[in-house]
């Protein structure tokens, strides 16, 4: 059996055969392998640093006395740097699994996205969780920045979860059990400092000390800063990390001091960065610099066709998001339809498929050149093209030479009425590598992701690293180079295959090429392999709720590139943990889909969809542990919250933050507990479920299943809830708080729930609109285009909120932030909410022009609702048409300003006495269909008064009276409608 002591050997050995440096581990306490100096300092700067070193990582606020199976306040990591980024980190990574005996082609190894970044230190980075058999076992990052200074060149870290490791390769259920050495347990050795640590963080650390601790290591940190110190300033750094980390475990940290502290080490950390390059570069550079890579030569323009081939484009990456595949996907189209267009090449049909490894564009009927052209180039006109005597003057001279033709070629031409001096230039078509060559590298560099990021090369970003290209027309090389990369016919396949690449013939054949050797390069192909796959294997016990995981499909289609369905179980004692908890770490953690009897009740089995060929019954089996430990750990984290007092649970909000300027989740809970209660007070709407569920809100966040889990707040809140001996209206209302989590979610369905989810996303406008701006474009990391779309759904669904304007609301949520919320800030947030109103109305298929009529009611979608609704009916109405288009000739006729009022005694025509009777007729109304009614009689005389009655008399009574009337039809319906929207 490996023992851990031989993995951290072996490991060691393997890292630095491939010339990494052995350093030890940080003699302070750090929370990860990042912070020590041998990362954090060495990745900065230009100097190369290739390092290998096991770091034990201390976090208190993991400590559970030992008890929990999977977590550990002190773990073992085994970090790597490799800097530069060496060009195939991945395949170094798989060959370190190798070392330690486990065979990547029998296992199911994925890197899954996972983005890192430590704004504490100013540091962030892209990358995967790398996943084996379901187990994340590592962290692999390409870091873009520490202490604030961008890298360059770039780093690849590779962190090791070695605990994890080992508890999978041994098959151990808890750390305890991990053979470290022959004969010698993890228990035996750490077992007693992982108790004793843990009852120091959690239970007998001295709060007022370790806060005097964190002054003095913050203080001396900057003093060794002043001194041009940064290695020992560094140091104090990180003891300051640990003094916060131990006051925060033993819940001594306020939400002001948890962003105080942050800012603090952001600080600390970005002087002690810019301090170490300085240091670096006054000695220097004593490790020399990095030679950026060669520009990629492209390979030789052949033809071998001269008619119409396929273009086959595929661009090799490093595992992509599923989110950014299908942008990519998307651009990769755009990008080349675009350059094909500004080509004379002709061409048939365009397709782009992807998969996580690989962005393919296949277009067919490519022609063998493009068309030849006469291109017309305009001069100088003529009068200033020849002298007096006829002879050609500099100007045309100058023109000619510059075009490369002779005075034989000149021609005369008109343009616009003008007569000018033009050359026609013939320009024979060019080859169709020749111009694809072009086309396809600005495909490359054109695209773009949500986040960006660099790698070895030193022109290229995305979201995660370009790493070949194969470019075909029929059977040759498109002579494609882009920065380091030029294209050829080899193409990479599956990392476990033998051999792992494959040349390519021709373009026709690349699609086959790839599916003889497992890949399947179309989403909705692979989609339907998982599908089919999935159902057979439950069939007949259970079934898969395709419809209801189609997000979740869609997501694990994107992960592969051969997917392989497996059924696993887990123990059906596990159904007794809420069905929410179960499906969650299936769903969001480990992408498993889950199993349902016919009555839609859970069974004890999950579906995971491995990547290509592997051995089924260790894959399954490394799965069903996975999530045996995941559920063993939610078990244990359901168990010790049941036993939690609510009130207690409330009080750890205090704890948390909501962000820095806007106070705690405690401070936030407030703030909604009131306003609901005020809203509820307005409308007459109280009650005591809502005044109960008003003290309880948000409790369950407090809790350690949510802390792990933040998407099962609300359903624990109201599990916990009944537990405690709740009324089961209030548990209801504290869960419908939380609803909707997201567009097409479930809506409260009681008033006490509604009243609560309407105050917690009016308070969150107010409050993130004031201090970080309303979203723009699709950045939106706060998710308040979500609030705005689930205050609208809540408002609209809830008729007893029907008469509550949503302006009101903001006001008053406004008043009670802790940071001031200007009227400008306001007016905006109520703008953003009437153009979310507008897009999600719309989006139901309503005519534009009547939505912006009713849109003045934003504030009230309720009522807008109502509107659009009778609005739909009157249109069919001759009548009210015939109103309609009165009030709108009237808003054209009359003058800007005139005001609606008239002397009825200076009016003689009976078409206009008329109207005035039929005006002032008109009776109150309160919506459209009862001022369809009340202007019945307002149809006839309305016509008459239009045909038969000159508005703009001569005489200035009779006109100011004749505009005044029509001011008052003209504002008939006034805040009713906005009736210039309307196309009637």
Not at 3 to 8: E, F, K, N, S, V
Not at 136 to 156: H, K, M, R, W
Not at 171 to 186: D, N
Not at 423 to 439: C, I, S, W, Y
């Amino acid at each position: 059996m490996l023992t851990m002591q031989d993995a951290l050997a072996r490991l060691t050995t393997y890292w630095t055969e491939q010339g990494c440096l052995v350093v030890q581990p940080m003699n302070t306490e750090v929370g990860a392998g990042t912070l020590n100096p041998a990362t954090f300092l060495r990745v900065l700067g230009p100097e190369p640093w290739h390092v290998v070193y096991p770091e034990p990582s201390v976090r208190p606020d993991d400590s559970r006395y030992g008890e929990n199976p999977n977590r550990l306040q002190t773990h073992t990591q085994l970090q790597v740097i490799l800097k530069p980024d060496p060009g195939h980190p991945q395949e170094l990574y798989l060959g370190s699994l190798a070392a330690l005996g486990i065979d990547v082609a029998a296992h199911d190894v994925r890197f899954v996205e996972d983005n890192w970044a430590s704004p504490a230190l100013g540091a962030w980075g892209l990358g995967w969780e790398v996943w084996l058999d379901g187990l994340e076992i590592t962290q692999f990052t390409y870091f873009q920045q520490a202490g604030g200074l961008n890298l360059d060149p770039v780093s690849v870290e590779i962190t090791y979860g070695i605990e994890r490791i080992i508890m999978a390769l041994q098959e151990k259920t808890h750390f305890k059990e991990i053979e470290y050495a022959p004969g010698v347990s993890y228990g035996e050795v750490f077992g007693q400092s992982e108790y004793e640590m843990s009852r120091y963080y959690l239970d007998d650390a001295d709060i007022d000390a370790n806060r005097r601790l964190l002054e003095l290591y913050a203080g001396e940190a900057q003093r060794m800063i002043d001194a041009g110190l940064p290695v020992p300033a560094h140091s104090f750094v990180l003891k300051c990390s640990q003094a916060f980390n131990v006051l925060d475990s033993r819940g001594a940290v306020s939400t002001a001091d948890r962003a105080a502290e942050f800012a603090r080490m952001r600080r600390l950390a970005g002087e002690v960065a810019r301090l170490w390059v300085d240091r670096r570069t006054e000695q220097g550079l004593p490790l020399g610099t990095i030679t950026p890579p060669d520009a990629a030569r492209p390979a030789a323009s052949v033809q071998t066709a001269d008619g119409e081939r396929t273009l086959v484009f595929e661009i090799g990456t490093e595992e992509l998001p599923p989110s950014e595949l299908r942008s990519a996907r998307d651009q990769v189209k755009r990008l080349l339809t675009e350059g094909l267009a500004g080509t004379r090449l002709g061409h048939g049909e365009i397709r782009v498929f992807g998969t996580p490894r690989r962005l393919i564009a296949v277009v067919a009927a490519v022609a063998a050149r493009e068309d030849d052209h006469v291109r017309t180039v305009k001069g100088p006109k003529r009068q200033a093209a020849y002298g007096p005597d006829g002879a050609p003057t500099k100007a045309l001279e100058g023109f000619l030479r510059g075009q490369a033709m002779t005075i034989a070629d000149v021609e005369i031409e008109e343009i616009n009425g003008v007569p000018a001096i033009v050359v026609k230039k013939h320009e024979p078509g060019r080859a169709a590598p020749t111009v694809l060559a072009a086309v396809l590298a600005q495909v490359v560099t054109g695209l773009r992701a949500a986040k960006n990021m660099r790698w070895n090369d030193p022109k290229l970003s995305f979201s995660r690293p370009v790493r070949w290209l194969t470019a075909l027309w029929g059977d040759d090389v498109v002579p494609v180079a882009v920065s380091t990369l030029a294209a050829g016919r080899r193409t990479r396949l599956l990392r476990t295959a033998v051999p792992p690449h494959a040349d390519i013939d021709s373009a026709e054949t690349f699609l086959e090429t790839l599916g003889v050797n497992g890949i399947v390069a179309d989403h909705e192909d692979r989609r339907e392999l998982i599908v089919i796959g999935a159902q057979d294997l439950v069939y007949p016990d259970g079934k898969i709720d395709v419809k209801g995981e189609a997000a979740l499909i869609d997501q694990i289609t994107d992960l592969v590139e051969q997917p392989l369905p497996l059924l696993g179980t887990f123990d059906e004692s596990y159904l007794s943990l809420p069905d929410a908890v179960l499906t969650t770490v299936m769903r969001k953690h480990q992408r498993y889909l889950p199993v349902r009897d016919e009555n839609g009740a859970l069974l004890p089995m999950f579906v995971t969809v491995a990547n290509g060929p592997v051995d089924v019954e260790l894959v399954r089996s490394g799965n069903e542990a996975v999530l045996r430990a995941r559920y063993e750990d939610a078990a244990f984290f359901y168990r010790a919250d049941l036993a939690t007092p609510i009130t207690e649970m409330k009080t750890h909000l205090n704890r948390l933050t909501f962000t820095d300027r806007l106070g705690s989740m405690a401070d936030r809970a407030g703030r909604i507990s009131a306003l609901a209660l005020s809203i509820a007070a307005g409308l007459e709407i109280g009650s005591p479920v809502l005044e109960r569920a008003a003290e309880l809100l948000k409790f369950d966040l407090g809790s350690q299943l949510v802390t792990e889990m933040t998407s099962l707040a609300g359903i624990m809140a109201r599990d916990y809830a009944l537990h405690a001996g709740e009324d089961r209206a209030v548990a209801q209302a504290v869960y419908e708080a939380e609803l909707p989590r997201n567009t097409g979610d479930v809506l409260p369905a009681t008033v006490p729930g509604a009243l609560l989810s309407l105050a917690d996303r009016l308070d969150l406008v107010a409050g993130l609109a004031a201090t970080v701006g309303l979203p723009t474009g699709s950045s939106d990391p706060f998710a308040v285009r979500r609030a705005v779309l689930g205050l609208l759904a809540v408002h609209r669904s809830t008729p007893a909120l029907a008469g509550f304007t949503l302006t009101e609301g903001l006001e008053t949520a406004a008043a009670a932030q802790p940071v001031p919320v200007s009227a400008e800030v306001l007016a905006a947030a109520r703008d953003f909410l009437a153009k979310r109103l507008e897009q999600v109305l719309t989006e139901e298929g309503q005519p534009i022009d009547r939505v912006r009529a009713v849109l003045l009611h934003a504030d009230r979608p309720a009522l807008a609702d109502v509107l659009l609704g009778q609005l739909t009916s009157a249109v069919a109405d001759p009548g009210f048409l015939a109103v309609a288009a009165a009030v709108q000739r009237a808003r054209r006729i009359v003058p800007a300003g005139t005001v609606a009022g008239y002397d009825p005694a200076v009016l003689k025509e009976p078409a206009e006495l008329a109207l005035h009777e039929a005006v002032t007729a008109v009776p109150a109304f309160s919506d459209v269909t009862s001022f369809v009614a009340a202007t019945q009689g307002l149809v006839g005389p309305v016509g008459t008064f239009f045909d038969e009655v000159f508005v703009m008399a001569d005489d200035p009574q009779l006109r100011a009276a004749r505009l005044g009337l029509l001011a008052t039809v003209r504002d008939l319906g006034d805040g009713l409608l906005d009736w210039d929207h309307l196309r009637l």
